[in-house]
């Protein structure tokens, strides 16, 4: 998908909400147990309740991978199902992937074109060589993980190399890749303070936000500090959707939680008067 279509669509919408499919079989409702195919059953009933107040899915693979084989065709069934009924929506394989080059080719393959989706999310610890394969494919995005959500974050990424804090680095140099435009990053909801300083680095593109709900990040504040004048922004809220609740209702709590998150968007493009 081109980036046009996204900032259409966060307009259309008045969304950058992006839902997070972290679907574990011990959270979904029992009753979808009886299905051929819970995990498939959870997320179509997630999509279609959802659709039109998010951008953006991003099914993270741990938890297809989980259940080997029955796992990762839930994956395919998802975005085959999201790509043939929701052709605008946004989506992200979150995978964290990155290896030696031609590695790192066969992955971006297998997401980019087995599975068809839009976007990756890639660790850059491996440097340029590993990252630039999944940059080679047009109208295909790689998430880089900059500064990512947990506590473990400042075990490496805020360390200090050449004067400045490691993930000032990822983002410093990332710019200088091959076909660098088809770059985005993650910085997690968490980190929200440093949101200004990364928006003096990388001023125009998509961060992935991930960190809200359940992690505690604060939408207002992502916004204060990360929006762009293009938005900018695909903040990512997982379990604080989809398991809103464990009933027959679970669909439309899903709904529910996702319409607030919406309309809080829709006040922050109001207040920037978009
Ligand atoms: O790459 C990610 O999406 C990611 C990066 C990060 O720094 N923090 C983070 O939580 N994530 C992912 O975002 C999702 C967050 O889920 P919730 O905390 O349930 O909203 C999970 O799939 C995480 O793996």
Not at 191 to 205: E, M, T
Request: with cysteine; charged share 20%.
């Amino acid at each position: 998908m081109d980036l046009e279509k996204l900032i259409k669509q966060i307009h259309v919408k008045q969304s950058f909400l992006c839902i997070g499919l972290d679907t574990d079989l011990e959270k979904v409702p029992p009753h979808l147990l009886q299905e051929e195919d819970p995990i498939f059953a959870f997320n179509k009933a997630i999509i279609d309740a959802t659709h039109h107040l998010c951008v953006a899915y991003k099914p993270n693979t741990a938890f297809y991978e989980a259940y080997g084989l029955k796992g990762w065709k839930a994956l395919g069934k998802t975005i085959d199902y999201l790509n043939a009924n929701y052709p605008e929506v946004f989506t992200i394989a979150d995978a964290k992937r990155g290896d030696i080059g031609n590695t790192s080719t066969r992955y971006a393959k297998a997401f980019f074109e087995e599975f068809g989706f839009d976007s990756i999310t890639i660790a850059p610890y491996m440097g340029r060589d590993s990252v630039e394969p999944f940059l080679a494919f047009e109208n295909k995005h790689t998430i880089l993980l900059a500064l990512t959500s947990n506590e473990g974050a400042y075990d490496f990424q805020t360390q200090k190399v050449d004067g400045m804090a490691l993930y000032e680095k990822v983002l410093q140099t990332s710019k200088t890749y091959k076909n660098a435009h088809n770059l985005m990053y993650v910085v997690g909801a968490t980190k929200a303070s440093f949101l200004g300083d990364i928006r003096k680095i990388v001023p125009d593109s998509f961060l992935l936000v991930p960190g809200v709900g359940a992690q505690g990040g604060s939408l207002k504040e992502v916004c204060h500090y990360g929006m762009n004048q293009h938005v900018g922004l695909l903040i990512n809220s997982s379990r604080g959707i989809i398991y809103a609740s464990k009933n027959g209702d679970f669909a439309a709590m899903a709904a529910l939680k996702a319409k607030e998150l919406q309309q809080q968007m829709q006040e922050e493009l109001k207040s920037l008067g978009r």
